[in-house]
């Protein structure tokens, strides 16, 4: 079954009260870890368990674990359990859009880099 998200309406941040700042702050720490962005990797693809995303992030299924929380209590991520098992998937795709523009950001950031000490050296 393909899951629909409703268009999410942007406001814009000098339209935010204090108290909503913090909460937008808390969001962004959430996302302020690089395990907890390569869980959201691995979710991308498709749901995974404690044990599957401990292997695919190479770390300890009790830090896995702790990360996972992060994320849910963010509403980043869903768990759905099925018998004896516990799967993780992503409760809100817009975070690949803020991903994706932040990374696409990183990598002009890191092109421009290079670009100058490109110049540097061959001068």
């Keep these: ?17 204090d108290q909503a700042l913090i909460q937008v702050a808390h969001y962004f720490s959430a996302l302020a870890e690089p395990t907890r962005l390569r869980i959201l990797n691995c979710l991308r693809e498709k749901e995974h368990n404690v ?15 702790r990360h996972l929380s992060t994320l849910a209590k963010h509403g980043l991520v869903a768990r759905e359990g099925r018998g004896t098992s516990v799967y993780y998937h992503i409760a809100d795709e817009s975070i690949y859009a803020l991903c994706d523009l932040v990374c696409g950001n990183v990598a002009r950031q890191f092109e421009s880099q290079a670009a100058l ?3 540097k050296h061959s001068a």
Excluded: H, K, Y
Excluded at 1 to 17: A, H, K, N, Y
Excluded at 51 to 65: K, P, Y
């Design 1 to 17: 079954m393909i899951e629909t998200f409703p268009i999410l309406t942007c406001i814009p941040m000098d339209g935010l009260s």
């Design 51 to 65: 044990g599957e995303l401990a292997e695919r992030c190479a770390c300890s299924q009790a830090n896995v674990s």
């Design 117 to 119: 000490l490109n110049g």
